[in-house]
């Protein structure tokens, strides 16, 4: 492309070349052949008066802009829900190349020199990163200390007149500073999730939305280390002309400055069998009555099935799907994976409630206390998975022996707890005699050798009148009790 080219110079290359100055920079692109060399600046005026334009419209509720693809894909491939809320504007590489194209003949090759080298799509005949700019000049022999610290030729114009860094409009970086509800600027890919829930769930107007998945192209690693953001925005912002009194867009030369996001389908109705897989993943049999509740934006739960197997909407669009994973959130929370008894978060409840009701009702229960003696030599000598397999049948036998009105739980590693309700001292020692004995049987079946798999367990009853006493406590020191005294027992707290 060397001598028919068109170069556009992004403006952070003030920093990366740095202490050189521009001059030197453009005058070495144009030693190295290029036949025109521009600042990125146009392009950003372009999408400047385009947002204008929109802006202008007082109806438009929620506008997410974005300059950057990564933001605008992960929207496609993400949340497309938010796809009818992306503004129709091209990113400003992507305008300027076109306008460049129309200026210099449509067949003018254009290279863009910057940082994200994917801004410019495929309006950009090549797109190159500023270090690999400075490996072509280094190739030709240009060394960009030599030249001149003036411009050796006219410099292609370099003032903005409606713009703001990555083509944001003056009038809007105004209105910010003013904390207006028109204007939202996030930065960070984890805040599409939060907008998607506002405009798809809540139907809030956010206003003119700006995004970037990071503090822009200055912020960018191959710039440098975070902590030298401040020198490189100096840097730039010493190199900005004055603004200039009307626009530097030539007359006479139109483009489009629009873009398209949308999902595309292959024309084909998806699969029977991926249109049921969504109805099942919320929740509904695919013969079965659907909700139809219209939350979703479509007439039916089958319409909104298919328009999800064929990839334009999510099931996060879905409310009834999104409270019935909320639900099953819940559910997993108070069920321990691995065992299938209560978690320790139930059988914290759990026991709130049970002294709770028994200071009001006068009514005893007692708490079982129970741990594998030698489970760790389980572990290191047949496998963690022999190990969890134990585990397992430690805690069905555990839910074998009590009631329905009873919890058992995994307190943690080894250890489990029962909670016996309406039950004395003696009573729940009789259980935990039936579970130590049940443990001991489990090593016999599983061909352990003898006293391998066996368990302690300790028993504390909670009575009214111990207001101050606490049972978990108890039940604890009596398992040290049973520990002590040898194991494979079970001991009381009194």
Request: with cysteine; proline share 5%; hydrophobic share 40%.
């Amino acid at each position: 492309m060397g001598g028919e080219a068109v170069l556009i110079l992004s403006v952070e290359s003030a920093a990366h070349f740095y202490p050189a100055t521009p001059e030197q920079v453009v005058n070495a692109c144009y030693a190295a052949g290029y036949k025109i060399v521009h600042r990125g600046v146009l392009g950003d005026e372009l999408v400047a008066r385009q947002y204008r334009e929109l802006l202008a419209d007082e109806g438009w509720g929620t506008i997410i802009r974005s300059t950057c693809p990564v933001v605008v894909e992960t929207v496609r491939a993400q949340y497309p829900e938010l796809i009818p809320y992306l503004a129709p504007v091209a990113t400003p590489i992507a305008a300027e190349a076109r306008y460049l194209k129309a200026l210099y003949g449509a067949g003018t090759p254009v290279v863009y020199a910057g940082v994200c080298i994917t801004e410019g799509g495929p309006d950009v005949d090549a797109a190159i990163t500023l270090a690999e700019l400075e490996d072509i000049l280094r190739t030709r022999g240009v060394r960009i200390e030599d030249q001149p610290v003036f411009f050796s030729r006219i410099p292609e114009e370099r003032r903005r007149f409606w713009s703001t860094a990555g083509g944001l409009p003056l009038d809007l970086l105004k209105e910010e500073r003013q904390s207006s509800r028109r204007f939202r600027k996030v930065r960070g890919l984890g805040q599409l999730e939060a907008i998607a829930r506002a405009v798809g769930t809540d139907r809030i107007d956010l206003g003119f939305v700006d995004i970037l998945p990071c503090e822009g192209c200055l912020d960018h690693p191959l710039l440098g280390p975070r902590e030298e953001l401040f020198r490189r925005r100096e840097i730039v912002g010493a190199t900005e002309p004055p603004r200039a009194q009307r626009s530097v867009l030539a007359d006479g030369v139109a483009i489009s400055v629009g873009a398209v996001f949308r999902v595309e389908g292959n024309g084909h109705e998806p699969a029977v069998d991926a249109v049921d897989d969504v109805l099942e993943e919320i929740g509904l049999a695919p013969n079965g009555r659907p909700w139809d509740c219209g939350a979703c934006g479509y007439g039916t739960c089958r319409e909104f099935a298919v328009a999800a197997a064929q990839g334009r909407t999510t099931l996060k669009s879905c409310p009834p799907y999104l409270e019935r994973q909320a639900s099953l959130a819940h559910q997993a929370a108070a069920v321990d994976a691995l065992t299938g008894l209560a978690s320790f978060r139930v059988l914290r409840d759990r026991l709130s409630t049970e002294v709770a009701r028994a200071h009001r009702t006068g009514e005893r229960f007692a708490v079982l206390f129970m741990d594998l003696d030698n489970f760790k030599q389980v572990n290191d000598k047949f496998g963690h998975e022999a190990g969890n397999a134990v585990l397992k049948s430690a805690a069905q036998e555990c839910g074998a022996h009590i009631r329905t009105t009873d919890v058992a739980g995994r307190y943690g590693g080894d250890e489990f707890v029962i909670v016996l309700v309406g039950t004395g001292q003696e009573g729940a020692r009789g259980v935990g005699e039936k579970v130590r004995a049940a443990v001991q049987a489990i090593g016999e079946r599983l061909g352990y050798p003898e006293g391998l798999v066996t368990a302690s367990i300790g028993v504390a009853e909670h009575r009214p009148d111990r207001e101050n006493e606490d049972v978990l406590v108890a039940a604890d020191r009596a398992l040290y009790r049973a520990k002590a005294a040898g194991r494979n027992q079970v001991a009381t707290g009194e």
